[in-house]
């Protein structure tokens, strides 16, 4: 998959929530550009509670014990979500393990 694609489309539970026009990988994780549709707005939530418990602490070296205690619910329900990359160029899905969005930015690692 590494050499070649570019695009791909993320669905998640069986919903085609935006294109990912990815950017290369780093160690197992392929990192790549998001760009939701309409369909991805039943999902935003969970992704950008994530996304702010992420950033909520920056200024600090640990997260506060109940902010942990948020991102941990906030994490399952990301791993709780059926995800996988569907290739249009070599017609291939791919089964994704672990999905991260931020903004405008997606991390992978497939399964």
């Known amino acids: 998959m590494r050499q070649g694609v570019s695009k791909g489309h993320l669905y998640l539970n069986d919903t085609d929530v935006g294109t990912v026009n990815i950017r290369g990988w780093q160690s197992s994780w392929g990192i790549g550009e998001f760009k939701p549709n309409d369909r991805f707005s ?65 991390e992978w690692k497939e399964a």
């Open 42 to 106: 039943e999902f935003a939530p969970i992704f950008g509670n994530w996304s702010l418990l992420m950033h909520a602490d920056a200024d600090q070296a640990r997260l506060t014990p109940e902010a942990a205690e948020e991102l941990r619910r906030a994490e399952y329900a990301i791993d709780a979500l059926h995800a996988k990359l569907f290739l249009p160029e070599t017609t291939e899905w791919r089964r994704i393990g672990q999905v991260n969005i931020d903004g405008g930015l997606i």
